[in-house]
């Protein structure tokens, strides 16, 4: 009896959506199992078969009481387990965030310290390719920036008071353009011939 329903599980359960309707001729065979038996049938049924557990009921109801406490055990059962799978997900998906939480953290703690004391740091041998690396282009900035101003102090020495716009467009130009606005102040008749080009 139980050699029979195992092979017709096994040929008619897999991707099967009316088991509700293909085990009723099986129905006497399935009362003779015990409730172990019925419940790995079940952990069979629902892990390999696609009927619902509704639509299973009224076979599960004819076959008696022990048929409903395996369906119980099995519904529990499969209930943690998508409970152990959802908790281990959302478990998951915090970490992920808490991390990423701390990561921008303290990028913002280093980016504090840099701008407070990163010379400090650097001479204390605490380096690192990230410090270095900031380091190089707030050092590249102020260049730029340095650059800038003395192009506009030489400007503003040969034709006297700049524009705002003027001054706007050389303190944004880039370390190439402050360059050939160094080399029009020679021949330039105005702070607009010198930006315009």
């Given at each position: 009896m139980i050699v029979g329903v195992a092979l017709a599980a096994l040929r008619l359960v897999p991707g099967n959506t009316h088991l509700d309707e293909d085990l009723e001729p099986l129905e006497e065979d399935l009362r003779e199992l015990t409730e172990p038996q019925l419940r790995r049938l079940?952990?069979?049924?629902?892990?390999?078969?696609?009927?619902?557990?509704?639509?299973?009921?009224?076979?599960?109801?004819?076959?008696?009481?022990?048929?409903?406490?395996?369906?119980?055990?099995?519904?529990?059962?499969?209930?943690?387990?998508?409970?152990?799978?959802?908790?281990?997900?959302?478990?998951?998906?915090?970490r992920d965030e808490v991390m990423a939480g701390v990561r921008d953290e303290v990028i913002e703690k280093l980016r504090d310290q840099l701008t407070e004391g990163v010379r400090d740091e650097l001479k204390k041998g605490l380096r690192s390719e990230v410090l270095a690396e900031l380091l190089t282009e707030e050092w590249a900035g102020g260049r730029v920036q340095g650059q800038a101003e003395l192009v506009i102090d030489q400007m503003s020495y040969r034709f006297g008071a700049l524009s705002d716009d003027v001054t706007s467009i050389v303190r944004a130009a880039s370390p190439a353009q402050l360059k050939e606005y160094s080399r029009r102040l020679f021949t330039a008749s105005s702070a607009d011939d010198v930006v315009g080009g």
């Amino acid at each position: 009896m139980i050699v029979g329903v195992a092979l017709a599980a096994l040929r008619l359960v897999p991707g099967n959506t009316h088991l509700d309707e293909d085990l009723e001729p099986l129905e006497e065979d399935l009362r003779e199992l015990t409730e172990p038996q019925l419940r790995r049938l079940l952990e069979y049924i629902f892990t390999v078969g696609s009927t619902s557990a509704k639509a299973l009921l009224p076979l599960i109801d004819r076959i008696g009481p022990h048929a409903k406490g395996a369906m119980v055990m099995i519904s529990q059962a499969i209930r943690d387990e998508l409970a152990e799978g959802l908790r281990d997900e959302v478990i998951e998906g915090l970490r992920d965030e808490v991390m990423a939480g701390v990561r921008d953290e303290v990028i913002e703690k280093l980016r504090d310290q840099l701008t407070e004391g990163v010379r400090d740091e650097l001479k204390k041998g605490l380096r690192s390719e990230v410090l270095a690396e900031l380091l190089t282009e707030e050092w590249a900035g102020g260049r730029v920036q340095g650059q800038a101003e003395l192009v506009i102090d030489q400007m503003s020495y040969r034709f006297g008071a700049l524009s705002d716009d003027v001054t706007s467009i050389v303190r944004a130009a880039s370390p190439a353009q402050l360059k050939e606005y160094s080399r029009r102040l020679f021949t330039a008749s105005s702070a607009d011939d010198v930006v315009g080009g």
